[in-house]
């Protein structure tokens, strides 16, 4: 089956072995150098051992192969540290072709008169090594650590014509929402940025990963204030004919335009604005991904509010100091408070106590103490309530829907009170009956404005 000639044997089964590496240019490459700066030493090696090995001198038999076990490790070695996968492949074949057919030579003694043939050695440990090699032309399509260094790429040239913007397709993907908070006017949330353009500089570099710093990027950031914590390092992926990708995952808070006016039935439009400082719209325009923009479809872990759909657009941002205009990319999130808490805690509570203010108006005027004493309790837990509420909201300039009601509810509760003061100064002027009059009278005046102040407030 095998030429009689071991070098033309050597050459028949390496020209095999390179036949099934032809899937890929490295191995090629690989064999090659292989034969080049192994195939004579082991094609030297291997004659030594066939000749030496050979004489009945028990002292050969143990030097011999000592030695040249030593220097296959050592060849082995340097192999594997240049990640020259088709050297072992060539010694192997070499080992092969030196030795077949030469059933007396042997590298292994097991007892005494039995000898394992170099050919079944050989074959065994060759099968393995194509093996192992294999998995490597299997990956032979993944760029090397060498591949993707880069060379004669300018960073700071934009890709594209001059006179024309670099199209930037930029994608906001929400994954949750944990928190939004009144007080400082913030919204806790964990969000993916992903931005695509085309740079045809970096195409003969497909599949590989390259440093941010390296590159040409848009710099696009998020511009609202707040602290944010990238997840990811800042790489960048390449793809066919150029196309980049680069792909930032934020955690943190944001700071968002708060308008609490009809709290708490407030809806907030909370605007996550994502921009390019550095580039006008003359170098950059946003376009939006349509693919990765939106949110995600489970809940988000934020028990007081709802998050409908979100939606996403591109608008122009003019800056007066550069007199320059941008590209704005605005993710809008719809926030919808769940008012279920305040309507509880808050608001049932306080009509309570207004109800209890008017209990006055069934007490005998007669009874001053009484009076002033239900009057007084009522106003002064309504105080209380007051400054429980007002950690809740920033120090607003306006009056929310819960201000109006509450100050209604103040009102109401305090003019119980000077009602009871006055019937009783009737009573002290001994016009009894005009007291108990105005508490009649009051007794359907109060409940009338009250629920009309309540629709007027929550409904208008």
């Known amino acids: 089956m095998f030429p009689s000639n071991p070098f033309l044997r050597f050459i028949f089964v390496w020209a095999y072995c390179t036949i099934?590496?032809?899937?890929?240019?490295?191995?090629?490459?690989?064999?090659?150098?292989?034969?080049?700066?192994?195939?004579?030493v082991t094609l030297y090696y291997a004659r030594r051992i066939k000749i030496l090995v050979g004489e009945d001198n028990p002292e050969d038999r143990i030097r011999i192969p000592i030695s040249i076990g030593f220097v296959e490790s050592l060849f082995f070695t340097i192999g594997v540290a240049f990640h020259l996968s088709g050297v072992m492949v060539a010694w192997m074949c070499a080992k092969m072709a030196a030795c077949w057919g030469e059933e007396k030579h042997t590298s292994f003694f097991l007892d005494e008169g039995k000898r394992v043939p170099m050919k079944k050695i050989m074959l065994f440990f060759f099968i393995i090594v194509l093996t192992t090699t294999t998995s490597n032309v299997a990956n032979a399509r993944s760029p090397s650590p060498t591949d993707c260094e880069l060379k004669e790429v300018k960073s700071y040239l934009r890709p594209?014509?001059?006179?024309?913007?670099?199209?930037?397709?930029?994608?906001?993907?929400?994954?949750d929402v944990t928190a939004i908070e009144?007080?400082?006017?913030?919204?806790?949330?964990?969000?993916?940025?992903?931005?695509?353009?085309?740079?045809?500089?970096?195409?003969?570099?497909?599949?590989c990963q390259l440093s941010l710093d390296e590159v040409w990027s848009p710099q696009i950031?998020?511009?609202n204030?707040?602290?944010?914590f990238k997840n990811l390092d800042d790489f960048v992926e390449v793809f066919e004919a150029g196309r980049v990708r680069l792909t930032q995952r934020y955690r943190g808070s944001l700071v968002f335009i708060y308008d609490a006016h009809r709290f708490p039935f407030d809806t907030q439009n909370i605007v996550v604005s994502l921009l390019s400082e550095k580039n006008d719209q003359n170098k950059v325009k946003i376009i939006i991904n349509e693919s990765v923009t939106g949110r995600n479809p489970a809940a988000f872990n934020i028990?007081?509010?709802?998050?409908?759909?979100?939606?996403?657009?591109?608008?122009?941002?003019?800056?007066?100091?550069?007199?320059?205009?941008?590209?704005?990319?605005?993710?809008?999130?719809?926030?919808?408070?769940?008012s279920g808490y305040y309507a509880w805690k808050v608001i049932v509570p306080l009509m309570l106590i207004v109800f209890m203010s008017w209990t006055v108006f069934w007490i005998n005027p007669s009874q001053v103490g009484t009076?002033?004493?239900?009057?007084?309790?009522?106003?002064?837990?309504?105080?209380?309530f007051q400054f429980a509420m007002a950690n809740i909201l920033p120090r607003l300039s306006y009056f929310t829907v819960m201000d109006r009601?509450?100050?209604?509810?103040?009102?109401?509760?305090?003019?119980?009170?000077?009602?009871?003061?006055?019937?009783?100064?009737?009573?002290t002027k001994n016009k009894e009956a005009r007291a108990l009059q105005l508490d009649r009278y009051c007794c359907w005046i109060f409940p009338v404005v009250f629920f009309a102040f309540v629709g007027i407030v929550f409904y208008h």
């Open 221 to 223: 950031d998020v511009l």
């Open 20 to 40: 099934l590496g032809m899937e890929t240019y490295r191995w090629v490459t690989n064999l090659t150098i292989s034969v080049v700066f192994g195939g004579l």
């Open 303 to 338: 028990p007081d509010w709802s998050i409908t759909d979100v939606s996403a657009q591109v608008v122009t941002q003019h800056f007066e100091i550069g007199n320059s205009s941008h590209s704005l990319f605005k993710f809008s999130i719809p926030a919808k408070r769940l």
């Open 371 to 384: 009076q002033i004493s239900m009057s007084s309790t009522s106003m002064l837990t309504l105080i209380a």
């Open 160 to 175: 594209g014509a001059s006179s024309q913007p670099t199209m930037v397709t930029v994608g906001l993907r929400l994954i």
């Open 225 to 228: 204030s707040g602290r944010l």
């Open 405 to 427: 009601f509450m100050f209604g509810a103040t009102v109401l509760v305090f003019l119980a009170l000077i009602e009871s003061v006055t019937t009783n100064y009737l009573v």
């Open 182 to 207: 009144d007080t400082s006017q913030s919204i806790t949330a964990d969000f993916m940025v992903t931005q695509d353009w085309t740079d045809p500089s970096l195409a003969e570099y497909k599949g």
